[in-house]
């Protein structure tokens, strides 16, 4: 663990970029100043104008920041008869130049602009910003989804696993970080600064993030681990205030991932912080052996509403006002479970849940389905109370992937498959 927090802060020394107070935004528009960096040679004035830029863009209206982005669609945008015309002749020549003209024509201005507007201090997490805010825009304005081509595409570059850095969280990690903890937790709310350390100072828990240099003090994602013996099969027993801190421990427990940056919705950072987690786990504490994932099933309750007129099991489930009343139908629910995690696709052959997807297509197996695991609010409306143990596997995890990605099959364990065989044999089918 030291290694590690060594590392991040000599990565953070060296390429940490803090932004300073920006300067108010000049006089001039922004579509003018866009054009003038994009002309730009020299390195200082570069920086200045993107500065600037960005200072006018933070001091934008909503209605300002639409019509700014309708500029970069249009005014910004590749010129298709360009394109064409450097196509033919790359592919009459096949010249370095001519091909170096097809790229140079291939791409949009825009992103040449998100490059130099990168080179300002904190310029990174305003981009991001910048993003979120395209993407509330784009279900009214679909044309403006070109943009976000562009900024998915650098973004992929930008925040390249090679670039990232993983850092050990504990109570004495910078409070403003953990407040931003606190904030982003997306699975299992974390009501007070008392309860967050309840998750970070036992010898028995631990939580990982990523960082990027350039946003040293904004995680990218986050996972919160809990040492256990055995698998668990309940996230209440796992958060119990009064649960007492296991000593002898072989199993990590997944239990909460959250990604942090909603402007970096679609970028993958999950996949990379569960692997390098494993590493340091399996270095630091060779007593662990498993490594599982105790996951909810958000997906479930719309499966099993649209199940309901034509199954009774499935009707009653959804008819159950407490955990207390799906009590007697816990095995249903986990056969039922089985059912959706096993059967339901999507139309490209991949399972319709989303955690289901991520941690299959990480390399995880279907290990076990537990009922009343979730016996929250959340947990009762967004999967009746179940949830899903992921096995990761070190010596599986690459030939579950190349079976899951290459022939969509869903490895699971013998007991959940004896769930859906169950249900076969009481005829109960979809």
């Given at each position: 663990?030291?290694?590690?927090?060594?590392?991040?802060?000599?990565?953070?020394?060296?390429?940490?970029?803090?932004?300073?107070?920006?300067?108010?935004?000049?006089?001039?528009?922004?579509?003018?100043?866009?054009?003038?960096?994009?002309?730009?040679?020299?390195?200082?004035?570069?920086?200045?104008?993107?500065?600037?830029?960005?200072?006018?863009?933070?001091?934008?209206?909503?209605?300002?920041?639409?019509?700014?982005?309708?500029?970069?669609?249009?005014?910004?945008?590749?010129?298709?008869?360009?394109?064409?015309?450097?196509?033919?002749?790359?592919?009459?020549?096949?010249?370095?130049?001519?091909?170096?003209?097809?790229?140079?024509?291939?791409?949009?201005?825009?992103?040449?602009?998100f490059r130099r507007l990168n080179q300002a201090p904190g310029a990174t997490e305003t981009l991001v910003r910048m993003r979120l805010d395209l993407l509330r825009l784009l279900p009214d304005a679909p044309r403006l989804g070109v943009i976000d081509t562009d900024f998915q595409h650098l973004f992929?570059?930008?925040?390249?696993?090679?670039?990232?850095?993983?850092?050990?969280?504990?109570?004495?990690?910078?409070?403003?970080?953990?407040?931003?903890?606190?904030?982003?937790?997306?699975?299992?709310?974390?009501?007070?600064?008392?309860?967050?350390q309840r998750r970070l100072r036992p010898d028995d828990r631990r939580c990982f993030a990523f960082f990027h240099p350039a946003m040293p003090e904004e995680p990218l994602i986050f996972v919160e681990v809990a040492l256990c013996k055995g698998i668990p099969g309940s996230v209440q027993a796992l958060?119990?205030?009064?649960?007492?801190?296991?000593?002898?421990?072989?199993?990590?427990?997944?239990?909460?991932?959250?990604?942090?940056?909603?402007?970096?919705?679609?970028?993958?950072?999950?996949?990379?912080?569960?692997?390098?987690?494993?590493?340091?786990?399996?270095?630091?504490?060779?007593?662990?052996?498993?490594?599982?994932?105790?996951?909810?099933?958000?997906?479930?309750?719309?499966?099993?509403?649209?199940?309901?007129?034509?199954?009774?099991?499935?009707?009653?489930?959804?008819?159950?006002?407490?955990?207390?009343?799906?009590?007697?139908?816990?095995?249903?629910?986990?056969?039922?479970?089985?059912?959706?995690?096993?059967?339901?696709?999507?139309?490209?052959?991949?399972?319709?849940?989303?955690?289901?997807?991520?941690?299959?297509?990480?390399?995880?197996?279907?290990?076990?389905?537990?009922?009343?695991?979730?016996?929250?609010?959340?947990?009762?409306?967004?999967?009746?109370?179940?949830?899903?143990?992921?096995?990761?596997?070190?010596?599986?995890?690459?030939?579950?992937?190349?079976?899951?990605?290459?022939?969509?099959?869903?490895?699971?364990?013998?007991?959940?498959?004896?769930?859906?065989?169950?249900?076969?044999?009481?005829?109960?089918?979809?």
């Amino acid at each position: 663990m030291a290694r590690i927090a060594f590392f991040s802060e000599l990565m953070s020394t060296i390429f940490e970029r803090r932004a300073t107070t920006p300067p108010g935004p000049s006089q001039r528009p922004i579509t003018e100043l866009c054009d003038a960096l994009l002309s730009s040679q020299g390195e200082v004035s570069g920086v200045r104008l993107a500065r600037d830029i960005l200072s006018h863009y933070r001091a934008m209206s909503a209605e300002a920041r639409r019509a700014f982005f309708d500029h970069l669609a249009q005014a910004l945008d590749l010129d298709p008869a360009a394109v064409i015309e450097a196509a033919k002749r790359y592919g009459a020549s096949h010249a370095p130049g001519d091909l170096a003209r097809l790229s140079r024509e291939a791409e949009p201005r825009r992103q040449e602009l998100f490059r130099r507007l990168n080179q300002a201090p904190g310029a990174t997490e305003t981009l991001v910003r910048m993003r979120l805010d395209l993407l509330r825009l784009l279900p009214d304005a679909p044309r403006l989804g070109v943009i976000d081509t562009d900024f998915q595409h650098l973004f992929a570059s930008w925040f390249n696993r090679g670039f990232l850095v993983l850092r050990h969280i504990d109570w004495r990690t910078p409070a403003n970080i953990l407040e931003k903890i606190i904030e982003y937790e997306a699975v299992h709310a974390i009501n007070d600064w008392h309860d967050l350390q309840r998750r970070l100072r036992p010898d028995d828990r631990r939580c990982f993030a990523f960082f990027h240099p350039a946003m040293p003090e904004e995680p990218l994602i986050f996972v919160e681990v809990a040492l256990c013996k055995g698998i668990p099969g309940s996230v209440q027993a796992l958060l119990a205030e009064e649960r007492s801190a296991e000593t002898e421990f072989d199993t990590a427990v997944f239990y909460s991932i959250s990604n942090c940056q909603e402007g970096l919705r679609g970028i993958s950072f999950g996949n990379s912080l569960i692997k390098q987690v494993v590493e340091e786990l399996k270095r630091d504490l060779p007593q662990v052996s498993r490594f599982v994932t105790l996951s909810p099933i958000p997906g479930l309750v719309r499966w099993l509403k649209e199940r309901a007129p034509e199954r009774p099991e499935a009707a009653a489930l959804i008819e159950a006002a407490d955990p207390e009343t799906l009590r007697p139908h816990a095995e249903d629910l986990r056969r039922l479970t089985a059912e959706y995690l096993l059967k339901a696709k999507r139309g490209d052959g991949l399972p319709v849940d989303p955690v289901a997807r991520f941690h299959l297509g990480n390399g995880a197996a279907l290990h076990d389905i537990h009922a009343l695991a979730d016996i929250s609010a959340n947990g009762l409306r967004q999967s009746r109370t179940a949830m899903v143990n992921y096995l990761y596997d070190p010596e599986k995890v690459e030939q579950n992937n190349e079976c899951f990605v290459t022939q969509r099959e869903v490895t699971a364990s013998k007991q959940v498959h004896a769930l859906l065989a169950q249900r076969n044999t009481t005829g109960r089918r979809q």
